[in-house]
């Protein structure tokens, strides 16, 4: 099992542009989540979802839009990026119990908008 | 806000000690976990303890919750230089059976 896989692992954006974080997993876990980590600081929560065709907001989500189509794929888009979003996005998955349980977490995908 | 804070924010320890990082959370929680990071990389979970518990074991991991004081603290026991990375503690929020809210962190060094 790969476990949670992010593409891409590194990007450069100029100020404006737009693209997706894509998040993968292959252990059928309902809830699946997005963060973003800035220097010296915790993970906030941007967006998340408690299952396919579902997304709620989190912590941070101004910026960024989500969506999950498939039970395995979560999709973090920025419509038009800022030098602000320049950051470390992680995704994680939990499993079916519908109680906060472990999380497992992606690899991180590092953005710098310039 | 952070619902978790860590401290001390950083600890530099010499491999076979002790290494002692506590986090202080502000409203009611269903569960704590605390979280590894090594540099560059994703977390990984480490240990999960409930409200009604008070000291969880995994290894030579120490967890002991306190939920008077709302106060966590993790101990590893005789450190080895691998341990050393970020350490966060997060809480999962009695209205939310999903989210969890993350700490700063506790940066250990474990100097060989």
């Known amino acids: 099992n790969a476990g949670v896989t992010q593409t891409p692992k590194f990007r450069v954006l100029k100020t404006g542009q737009s693209m997706t974080l894509l998040c993968a997993q292959d252990?059928?876990?309902?809830?699946m989540y997005w963060y973003r980590q800035d220097p010296g600081m915790g993970l906030r929560l941007i967006h998340y979802?408690?299952?396919?065709?579902?997304?709620a907001k989190g912590e941070v989500p101004d910026g960024y839009n989500v969506s999950r189509l498939k039970k395995q794929n979560f999709l973090l888009g920025l419509e038009s990026a800022a030098p602000s979003q320049t950051s470390v996005y992680f995704c994680?998955?939990?499993?079916?119990?519908?109680?906060?349980?472990?999380?497992?977490f992606g690899p991180g995908t590092r953005l710098t908008v310039l | 806000s952070q619902q978790g804070e860590e401290d001390p924010q950083a600890l530099s320890i010499q491999e076979g000690e002790n290494a002692t990082m506590n986090c202080s959370y502000k409203?009611?929680?269903?569960?704590l976990q605390w979280y590894r990071q090594n540099s560059g990389r994703g977390l990984v979970h480490l240990i999960l303890?409930?409200?009604?518990?008070r000291e969880k074991h995994s290894g030579r991991l120490r967890v002991t919750l306190d939920t008077s004081k709302k106060s966590s603290s993790l101990l590893i026991t005789a450190s080895r230089a691998a341990d050393t990375a970020s350490y966060f503690c997060?809480?999962?929020?009695?209205?939310?059976?999903?989210?969890?809210?993350f700490g700063s962190g506790t940066r250990l060094l474990v100097r060989p």
């Open positions: 997060a809480t999962a929020i009695s209205d939310s059976s999903y989210k969890l809210i």
């Open positions: 409203t009611s929680i269903n569960n």
């Open positions: 252990m059928n876990h309902e809830y």
């Open positions: 994680a998955s939990s499993g079916t119990s519908g109680r906060a349980t472990e999380q497992f």
């Open positions: 303890i409930r409200s009604n518990e």
């Open positions: 979802s408690v299952g396919e065709g579902t997304t």
